[in-house]
T-cell receptor, first 114, second 113 residues
């Protein structure tokens, strides 16, 4: 069975400071891990994905995430927050043997202040 | 190439009414999915399909039905709408399941009153 826990429901950062969104996962098989972003009243956009290649994954808009198997974590970071990063972020896991079904975390709301 | 399209964008239903949410993709993807997103929550899988004629239940299937007669279309049927089905519904598709991303439609916002 697969599950995801996003450790922070709400994160507030100042523009230009680093962003850290924490995610722990549970998976029975070799997982694929994703981060999606959802801007207000919009659909979902893929930020990045881990697919058992490099453990440090770079995504769009300066985001990156590191897969740590020993810690079952997949934290998302960005060195310098921009106002446009204000959105809801979802950590997502998919087991290798699950027909591509995605298990979403509850989400982290990011607020960026000037 | 329109990707994943959903209609309608918005709908208000009365309790007990029925409706069909439409989803179509033009990427020739075999795998399609329906999710619902309740306020402040992540998405939960309702039903999925691995190809035309093949569907299966997800995490929250009660109150819904699906069919998949073609590769392109994957409609979601709500029978006897209830207030608990007020949500935003997303359809998604993917060409492969080995770590390929799912492409999401823009969503349908449904209110049942």
């Amino acid at each position: 069975a697969q599950s995801v826990t996003q450790l922070d429901s709400h994160v507030s950062v100042s523009e230009g400071t680093p962003v850290l969104l924490r995610c722990n996962y549970s998976s029975s098989y070799s997982p694929s891990l994703f981060w999606y972003v959802q801007h207000p009243n919009k659909g979902l956009q893929l930020l990045l994905k881990y697919t058992s290649a490099a453990t440090l994954v770079k995504g769009i808009n300066g985001f990156e995430a590191e897969f740590k198997k020993s810690e079952t974590s997949f934290h998302l970071t960005k060195p310098s927050a921009h106002m446009s990063d204000a959105a809801e972020y979802f950590c997502v896991v998919s087991d290798a043997d699950s027909w591509g079904k995605l298990q979403f975390g509850a989400g982290t709301q990011v607020v960026v202040t000037p | 190439n329109a990707g994943v399209t959903q209609t309608p964008k918005f709908r208000i239903l009365k309790i007990g009414q029925s409706m069909t949410l439409q989803c179509a993709q033009d990427m020739n993807h075999n795998y399609m999915y329906w999710y619902r997103q309740d306020p402040g929550m992540g998405l939960k899988l309702i039903y999925y399909s691995v190809g035309a004629g093949i569907t299966d239940k997800g995490e929250v299937p009660n109150g819904y039905n699906v069919s998949r007669s073609t590769t392109e279309d994957f409609p979601l049927r709500l029978e006897l709408a209830a207030p608990s089905q007020t949500s935003v519904y997303f359809c998604a598709s993917t060409g492969r399941t080995d770590s390929y991303e799912q492409y999401f439609g823009p969503g349908t916002r449904l209110t049942v009153t």
